[in-house]
């Protein structure tokens, strides 16, 4: 597993990465994802009501916010992409009557992780969350035991968690 002198996990390009843990833990992994001297625009991409977005310091990092109310905007945004760094916030409520496209923007970070490091948090793993991570390189729960987990599927975990077996290898 590769993480950085704080035990957090370090995101690579060409990854679909899944990230669940509290706020607490959240916001210095986002802001950890960013190199300090990144000179590429990082697309932070996000519903209507981002919970993280005002947390992190933008004064110092270079961002392009997006905003998507549904799925179909999701794939326009990544489509048109050009970033090498996609912090995407999660937000459930984007998939509210048609859950059944959570599989496909999971499917669609994949596809743009070919060019991007790709980045999906929450506080915690969800339905919509469970429906992509058989599209991500690496998932990445923390956080109490009585939050949902992904499907089991052999992994090891941070704070009695699970990653992928390529997350060892990543």
């Known amino acids: 597993m590769i993480k950085d ?3 957090i996990p370090e995101f690579s390009a060409g990854t679909f990465s899944i990230l669940a843990a509290p706020h607490g833990t959240l916001v210095p992994a986002i802001a950890s994802a960013i190199p300090p001297h990144e000179t590429n625009l990082c697309l932070y991409l ?8 005002p947390k992190l310091d933008r004064r110092r990092r270079i961002f392009h916010v997006r905003r998507a109310i549904n799925p179909f905007q999701v794939f326009e945004i990544l489509d048109e992409s050009s970033h090498s760094l996609i912090l995407f916030e999660h937000d459930p409520s984007l998939y509210d009557g ?3 496209l959570a599989e496909a923007v999971g499917m669609k970070c994949r596809e743009t992780a ?5 980045v999906l948090f929450h506080r915690r793993f ?4 469970t429906m992509m991570e058989k599209y991500a390189d690496r998932v990445v729960v923390i956080g109490e035991a009585d939050a949902p987990r992904p499907a089991e599927k052999g992994r090891t975990v941070l704070s009695g968690q699970t990653t992928l077996g390529s997350w060892e290898n990543g």
Do not use: I
């Open 114 to 118: 070919e060019k991007a490091a790709v």
């Open 126 to 129: 969800d339905s919509a969350l």
């Open 98 to 100: 048609e859950p059944e």
């Open 46 to 53: 996000c519903g209507n009501y981002p919970v993280l977005l």
């Open 5 to 7: 002198r704080n035990g």
